[in-house]
């Protein structure tokens, strides 16, 4: 193998290694791995470009696997952007949302995550928690003062809920007012 082949090829390994570290929680390792990428740019920036096929990087990786460890190190300590986005459009928080875990979740939205923005599909972090049922984060994002009804190409939270079966959720939804027209769609 040619030599600037060979290096493409470690680099390309520490990238994904980079990656797994955000996946499995490991911030020490991130941070070495990390330190071992930076090329003179500085370890926020270096961190901040590190991305995957889809354009995910730690930041969305960590929240997909709920971890928050990871999570503070990449907002507090490399002040990364909360609200960054994927080839999808989603955000970190869409990540954790969809994946039921909460507390990274409600950690994002500590940081400053905006809970309105929604991916290329229109979903929110609404519509996720409706979906798969996460009453607890559902009722912290209707009292954050997230729109009941936002639509999205799949429909409201109410029709994600109903759709999912999701009957808890469903209840929660129509107590915070949410439109049962919109259920017309089903």
Not at 61 to 72: D, I, L, S
Request: hydrophobic share 40%.
């Amino acid at each position: 193998m040619a030599p600037d082949a060979s290096a493409a090829l470690a680099v390309r390994q520490k990238v994904q290694n980079f990656l797994n570290a955000a996946c499995t929680g490991n911030p020490d390792l991130l941070k070495m791995i990390a330190a071992q990428l930076d090329d003179g740019k500085g370890l926020a920036k270096t961190v901040a470009d590190i991305k995957d096929a889809n354009k995910r990087g730690a930041i969305h990786f960590a929240a997909r696997e709920g971890k928050t460890e990871v999570c503070k190190f990449l907002l507090e300590e490399l002040k990364l952007d909360v609200d960054t986005r994927d080839e999808d459009g989603e955000t970190p928080l869409l990540h954790a949302a969809r994946q039921g875990h909460t507390l990274t979740a409600k950690y994002l939205l500590e940081c400053g995550a905006n809970p309105t923005i929604p991916s290329d599909l229109g979903a929110t972090a609404l519509n996720h928690s409706a979906g798969i049922g996460n009453i607890e984060l559902l009722k912290h994002l209707l009292a954050k003062g997230v729109e009941v009804d936002s639509q999205s190409d799949a429909g409201t939270p109410l029709v994600w809920a109903a759709g999912h079966g999701q009957h808890d959720a469903v209840k929660v939804l129509l107590e915070d007012n949410a439109n049962v027209c919109s259920l017309s769609m089903l």
